[in-house]
């Protein structure tokens, strides 16, 4: 597995590959897990070459105390990149990436990115946005791949590649979650033992969800979820919103061959924990 620090050298190296070699990209910002390693397997089995980014994009956090706990496990990662078959790895400075103007670009994403964590978070996706197109431009893959957790992240990606005309075709994976049902996240280990034994609770919680769904109306499912969150002591609900999975706009009233999700934020202590489940499947 190559390493490479330089976007110069990376794409130095990246021109030299034949023409007809597929390239698949992973965009990540470290502190890997299984989630993340499935990302690089489905690239592996449909691309040649697999590239994944380790990059802690300072632009996305709008909570400074969220950028400085981010964990970050280089040496592990790179270990489990090579093991899950990952070709190159890209590993940025914030130098290399921004020079000395740290800040975000604008983007018009037709709404999808004020609602939900972008309602709660300011100026996350423009910074996921930069960050996204950026790697994009130095990395040039025929396939990208990212985690359906941030949906959000994933629906606005694509509206970024569509408007923009950037000919990078993007695959959304399922979530995977640990054995209790906790939504996998870097985010994860900074939980105490408490908070960790308490987290499951926000899948149960959606599961529960989605089969009110079926029979009920959309107030009695969000007063559900809201009033089951006054019950936990370590578990504070920001957000709960049923929505339209292309628009993202939250549910009026149920249509037949509409697709909706129910979209979770929540805070565990200083940890925000965020998770989504298929209403109508
Ligand atoms: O999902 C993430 O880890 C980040 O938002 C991404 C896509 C790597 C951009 O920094």
């Known amino acids: 597995m190559r390493i490479y620090r330089s976007k110069r050298f990376l794409q130095a190296y990246l021109k030299r590959l034949p023409l007809e070699n597929k390239v ?18 489905n690239a592996k089995n449909s691309c040649n070459t697999v590239v994944a980014s380790i990059f802690v994009n300072p632009t996305q956090f709008d909570r400074k105390e969220d950028l400085d706990q981010y964990p970050s496990t280089l040496e592990a990662d790179l270990k489990a990149l090579q093991k899950a078959g990952c070709d190159v790895v ?43 197109k950026r790697l994009f431009e130095i990395v040039k893959p025929h396939e990208a791949f990212f985690g359906e957790k941030d949906f959000q992240q994933l629906q ?10 950037i000919p990078i075709k993007i695959i959304g994976n399922p979530i995977y979650r640990e054995a209790d049902g906790l939504a996998m996240s870097s985010r994860n280990v900074r939980l105490t033992p408490a908070q960790r034994k308490a987290a499951p609770f926000i899948y149960q919680t959606l599961l529960k969800a989605q089969k009110l769904f079926k029979l009920h109306d ?28 292309t628009t993202l706009l939250p549910i009026n009233k149920k249509e037949k061959n509409k697709k909706y999700r129910g979209f979770i934020a929540v805070f565990a202590g200083p940890v925000r924990l965020i998770d989504n489940i298929e209403l109508n499947f």
């Open 24 to 41: 698949g990209f992973v965009p990540t910002m470290g502190a890997l897990h299984d989630g993340h390693l499935s990302l690089v397997k």
């Open 90 to 132: 890209f590993i940025p400075t914030v130098k290399e990436m921004y020079q000395n103007q740290i800040v975000s670009e604008d983007f018009d994403f037709d709404g999808l990115d004020q609602v939900m964590e972008g309602a709660h978070r300011k100026g996350h996706f423009a910074g996921v946005g930069t960050i996204v």
């Open 156 to 165: 606005i990606i694509k509206k970024m590649v569509d408007k923009e005309q």
């Open 218 to 245: 959309i107030e009695e499912v969000e007063g559900f979820v809201v009033q089951s969150f006054k019950a936990q002591k370590l578990l504070e609900l920001e957000y709960f919103s049923m929505a339209d999975e």
